[in-house]
C-alpha cells in the first residue's frame, strides 16, 4: 500500500506531536517520506491557533515548515465559504486567531466586540432589537474563549433560521494531560439545544479531499490520511477514496479500533513504525 501512495496527509496532535512533546521518530518520519521521493502536508483539524504558531512549533521541534507544507481545517471552510456563500454574513464562535483568517480573506463576521448583554434576561431580551442582525450561518470552531453568551446567541440564531456550519468534527483535543473539549463537543451543546446538527467542513469531509486534490492534481488514491482519529483522520481517507493510516500515539487505542465501524487500511503504532517501512522503498 505504502509503494502506491504519493502524497501523505499528516496529522499533528497525537500523530506528529503530543501537546508540547514531540512524538518519537516524527522527523525520521519526515526524511523518509522525502527518501523514497513521496511528499508530505500537515493538515490539522485545529482551529484554535492560526498556521503560524503551528509552523513556529514544528520549527522549534527541528522541523523545518513552511506554509506552503501546512493546511488546516480553516482552510477548507473558508476556501468553501468565500465559493458557496459569497456575500454572506457569519456568526463565528472562535478564538481571535479564528476570526482574523476570516477576517483577512474578506469575510463579514457579525461579532461584536462590545454588548448589552443582560446576563438576567439573556438573548431574549434583546432579541427584536437583533432581528435586523441575523446573520446568514453561524460558524463554530475549536473555541476556547467560548462563554455562554456566544452559545446562546448560537443557538437563537439557528433557531431563527441561520445555517448552521462547523469547521470540523474533533469531540477532544488530545494533551499530554488528557483530553479537553474541542469543537465537536461545542457544536454537541448547540445540536441539543436546537435540534439542528452543523455541516462540517474540515477532515472527514468530501471538502478535505477535493481540497487536497486539486492542491496537488492528484487522483484520490494517491493519497493517505496518517492520523490518529478513527472518525476523522481514518474516515477522511476510507469514505473518500483514498488511504487511512491510525497510529496509536493520540486518542484511538487498540479496543476502539475493534469496536469501530471505521476500519484503518493500517494501523502502526507511531509514526517511528511507518518510516521504518517506508525505508524498503
Known amino acids: 500500500m505504502l509503494e502506491h501512495i504519493d502524497v501523505f496527509v499528516l496529522d499533528l ?8 512533546t514531540l512524538i518519537d521518530g516524527a ?7 522525502r527518501a523514497a521521493g513521496k511528499r508530505y502536508v500537515f493538515f490539522t483539524n485545529n482551529s484554535s491557533r492560526s498556521p503560524h504558531y503551528c509552523i513556529e512549533k514544528l520549527n522549534r521541534f527541528g522541523i523545518a515548515t513552511t506554509r506552503d507544507e501546512f493546511m488546516t481545517s ?3 471552510t473558508i476556501d468553501c465559504l468565500k465559493k458557496e456563500r459569497p456575500g454572506q454574513r457569519f456568526y463565528l464562535l472562535g478564538t481571535p486567531d ?8 474578506g469575510l463579514t463576521i457579525t461579532n461584536r466586540t462590545t454588548h448589552d448583554y443582560d446576563y438576567a434576561y439573556g438573548l431574549t431580551a434583546c432579541a427584536e432589537v437583533r432581528e435586523g442582525e441575523l446573520p446568514d450561518a453561524v460558524v463554530a470552531g475549536f473555541d476556547k474563549t467560548l462563554n455562554y453568551e456566544k452559545l446562546e446567541r448560537a443557538c437563537a440564531y439557528i433557531q431563527k433560521g441561520a445555517a448552521f456550519l462547523a469547521i470540523h468534527p474533533d469531540i477532544t483535543c488530545p494533551m499530554e494531560h488528557g483530553a479537553i473539549p474541542d ?5 454537541a451543546a448547540i445540536t441539543a439545544s436546537t435540534g439542528m446538527a452543523p455541516h462540517y467542513y474540515g477532515k472527514p469531509s468530501v ?3 477535493a481540497y487536497i486534490m486539486r492542491h496537488f492534481d492528484i487522483a484520490p488514491e494517491r493519497i493517505a490520511f496518517v492520523g490518529d482519529r478513527l472518525y476523522t483522520d481514518i474516515q477522511a481517507g476510507v469514505a473518500n477514496g483514498s488511504k487511512g493510516i491510525l497510529v496509536l500515539t493520540g486518542e484511538t487505542g487498540e479496543a476502539e479500533i475493534a469496536a469501530a465501524s471505521v476500519r484503518p487500511d493500517a494501523v502502526f503504532a507511531s509514526v517511528k513504525e511507518i518510516a521504518e517501512a517506508l525505508s524498503d522503498y
Open 27 to 33: 522527523g525520521a518520519f519526515l526524511d523518509a517520506i
Open 74 to 76: 480553516v482552510d477548507v
Open 207 to 209: 471538502e478535505t479531499v
Open 98 to 105: 479564528l476570526e482574523e483568517a476570516f477576517l483577512q480573506n
Open 13 to 20: 496532535d497525537g500523530t506528529i506531536y503530543l501537546g508540547d
Open 183 to 187: 469543537c465537536g463537543a461545542i457544536c
